[in-house]
């Protein structure tokens, strides 16, 4: 399901896009259960209003609490593209996490590489993000920074909303460069995208968004998923929202939480 040509894309760029990747049933299944978290969030949430208007809608995690989005992790077409595209054959889920801004939403998404985030290391590990609505850059199209994920460097973790409570500083980690005011150094890709429509990258590629300054809501759900040689970490600096207490520095990441989805 993956050409040769989209995979040497991914390697070399750390993000492709795949088009029409989530068919007209799934689309519909996660659209109700989008619904249904924004109605009653889970444990995880981390929604908030704009100032000027407009709302931000997150929450991670949500599989573990709705049956659509559970099987949407498990049985859509995600697991086997995620092992062509990390070269592995035994893929396991890690997280998944619901994106939703409304029309009018002043809420840009911060340039950053999401693995600092993570209390997991693992050499084999990426996300999926699907569009449930035609997205441009008026609306908050993603922009990735071409060949990040090569550069072995982890960013500084920093909240995303005004205001936000601050993630630990970490000693190993460094500051994020201001891309936007050095834009002529870097190479980009992104893409307008329509329903089904699916972003793959690694969990060290550098993007960013704009707000959504558009007419129209732009919902995306994530799915991140990784091969065998995920291991917890317990740095500073991570989503206390993954924190895993039955876990250890360095011990491989099993159990219930984080399921195989694909062994071939």
């Known amino acids: 399901m993956i050409s040769d040509t989209q995979r040497d894309a991914y390697l070399r760029d750390g993000a492709i896009?795949?088009?029409?990747?989530?068919?007209?049933?799934?689309?519909?299944?996660?659209a109700d259960a989008i619904e249904r978290d924004i109605e009653s969030p889970g444990p995880c949430f981390h929604g908030y209003e704009v100032d000027g208007g407009g709302r931000f809608?997150?929450?991670?995690?949500?599989?573990?609490?709705?049956?659509?989005?559970?099987?949407?992790?498990?049985?859509?077409?995600?697991?086997?593209?995620?092992a062509n595209l990390l070269g592995v054959d035994r893929v396991q889920l890690y997280y998944d996490q619901l994106f939703v801004k409304e029309a009018g939403t002043d809420a840009p998404t911060r340039w950053h590489n999401d693995l600092p985030y993570w209390p997991v290391r693992s050499k084999h590990i990426m996300s999926f993000w699907?569009?449930?609505?035609?997205?441009?850059?008026e609306s908050g199209a993603l922009e990735f920074v071409c060949g990040s994920h090569r550069w072995g460097t982890y960013f500084q973790p920093e909240p995303f909303a005004k205001g936000g409570t601050p993630y630990e500083r970490n000693p190993e980690?460094?500051?994020?460069p201001d891309i936007d005011a050095n834009r002529k150094e870097y190479q980009f890709v992104g893409w307008d995208l329509d329903p089904g429509d699916v972003l793959a990258f690694d969990a060290m590629t550098v993007h960013g968004g704009p707000a959504n300054r558009s007419a129209v809501r732009r919902r995306g759900y994530t799915v991140r998923y990784a091969g065998p040689d995920m291991t917890y970490y317990e740095?500073?600096?991570?989503?206390?929202?993954?924190?895993d207490p039955t876990l250890s520095h360095g011990q491989p990441i099993v159990g219930p939480r984080y399921p195989v989805v694909f062994e071939g």
Do not use: K
């Not at 896009?17 to 996660?30: C, M, Q, T, V």
């Open 235 to 243: 740095g500073p600096g991570t989503s206390p929202f993954l924190h």
């Open 17 to 30: 896009r795949l088009p029409g990747a989530i068919d007209a049933g799934w689309l519909e299944r996660l």
């Open 57 to 82: 809608h997150g929450n991670m995690r949500v599989w573990e609490h709705d049956p659509d989005f559970s099987a949407y992790c498990r049985e859509s077409p995600l697991p086997a593209l995620a």
């Open 173 to 176: 980690y460094v500051p994020i």
């Open 130 to 137: 699907v569009a449930l609505d035609r997205v441009t850059a």
